[in-house]
């Protein structure tokens, strides 16, 4: 048995590969005969670990469910999706729940915060649930990093929706994730305070080696990411690298004129190493 670390519970980390998360050939259809939809033909797309990466495309064209599959909230039809060297296509429920868990963070455009907790009980709350005791150097980092400490003891209600949205970065991050995924989290805030919380999740990249995939439909939100990754029709069709909001914004133009079934230039993994 792996020894596990007394102060935190957790298994120490094994040495890793530079990928995230990465699919490969990942098909998503729904329904059946003539309403069949695919929603993802054929994606391979590689996350290297401590890179904030922005997915975007037109409405419809795979975004979430790109997100849901390698998160393990939507099954695979056909191909692989790897967390880490974990083939989650694969895994049973249990443990996939123990994966979703353990190694995978989330933040929604909706916060999803328990309004009767404080902050801090928001933040500790799935720690303590599997028994986990939060690692308290890496709390006071990830709380300072956020610039919460004079709010932990609030509760939802007494926050601003930005400092709502930076307690749900600081739950995202405590279990020291191996990836965290993002759906539009600016989507409910003004550009302003957006802005503060797109900053703050780049900076816990930078300082903190967290990896992040965030999907949003803001060329301006894109560019804080270190890559950009366009999906059209279902398909990868992109990959920017430093994107800017004008050069992400002059992509998205070109991808509304996408014919469906045209080529992605992007061929996987391989292609990213
Ligand atoms: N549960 C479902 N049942 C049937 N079709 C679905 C389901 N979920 C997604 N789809 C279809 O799959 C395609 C991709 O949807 P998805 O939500 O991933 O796109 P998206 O790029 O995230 O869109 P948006 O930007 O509008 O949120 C769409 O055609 C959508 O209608």
């Not at 695979?76 to 999706?81: C, D, H, K, Q």
Request: proline share 7%; hydrophobic share 40%; net charge positive.
């Amino acid at each position: 048995m792996t020894p596990r670390s007394p102060r935190t519970g957790q298994h120490p980390t094994p040495p890793q590969s530079p990928w995230a998360a990465v699919t490969s050939g990942l098909c998503k259809s729904f329904g059946t005969g003539p309403t069949r939809v695919m929603a993802l033909d054929h994606v391979s797309v590689a996350f290297r670990r401590g890179e904030f990466t922005a997915v975007m495309g037109p409405s419809g064209s795979g975004k979430s469910t790109l997100m849901h599959c390698l998160a393990g909230l939507d099954s695979v039809s056909a191909g692989s999706a790897h967390i880490g060297d974990i083939d989650i296509s694969r895994l049973s429920d249990r443990r996939l729940t123990r994966l979703r868990r353990d190694r995978i963070g989330f933040i929604f455009q909706a916060f999803h915060l328990v309004p009767t907790l404080t902050a801090l009980e928001n933040i500790t709350l799935g720690m303590g649930l599997t028994g986990r005791r939060p690692d308290q150097r890496w709390l006071a980092q990830v709380v300072a990093a956020l610039g919460l400490e004079k709010r932990l003891s609030h509760r939802p209600s007494q926050l601003s929706g930005g400092q709502q949205q930076r307690v749900a970065c600081a739950r995202a991050l405590i279990g020291r994730p191996e990836i965290i995924f993002a759906d539009e989290p600016t989507g409910n805030l003004d550009s302003h305070t957006g802005a503060e919380v797109l900053k703050l999740l780049e900076s816990c990249v930078r300082h903190l080696g967290q990896t992040i995939v965030m999907v949003t439909h803001d060329p301006v939100a894109a560019a804080y990411a270190h890559r950009v990754v366009f999906l059209a029709d279902g398909r990868v069709v992109d990959d920017m690298q430093a994107p800017s909001a004008d050069t992400v914004l002059a992509r998205l133009k070109d991808l509304s004129g996408h014919r469906p079934g045209s080529p992605a230039p992007y061929s996987g993994p391989a292609a990213a190493r």
